[in-house]
């Protein structure tokens, strides 16, 4: 039973930083791919950023790209999204996701 939990979403100004995590547990994440999306009101679902565990290749959305960082701690079976210089419209609710098709229940980002 795979489980995908995330946490760390809140409330920053405009210019703050949060870092968001997903703990997963009866899941094989060795070989396969990880990423962050997230949804704003009233706008369709966005990749935000992948992580290969098999050797930690990532990438990016251009929007994000040297301000967010995505990571693994393989140890502790949790994904990390950094995110710095936040904006009010990366607003949005945030997921987690592994290949090929589990997915977690959201933590809400809110930029004010």
């Known amino acids: 039973h795979v489980q995908l939990v995330e946490s760390g979403g809140g409330s920053v100004q405009a210019g703050g930083s949060l870092r968001l995590s997903c703990a997963f547990s009866g899941y094989t994440y060795s070989g396969n791919c990880m990423a962050w999306f997230r949804r704003a009101p009233g706008k369709e679902r966005e990749g935000v950023a992948t992580?290969?565990?098999?050797?930690?290749?990532?990438s990016y959305a251009d929007s994000v790209k040297g301000r967010f960082t995505i990571s693994q701690d393989n140890a502790k079976n949790t994904l990390y999204l950094q995110m710095n210089s936040l904006k009010p419209d990366e607003t949005a609710m945030y997921y987690c996701?592994?290949?090929?098709?589990?997915w977690g229940q959201g933590t809400q980002v809110t930029v004010s």
């Open positions: 992580i290969y565990t098999g050797d930690g290749t990532t």
């Open positions: 996701a592994a290949q090929p098709y589990y």
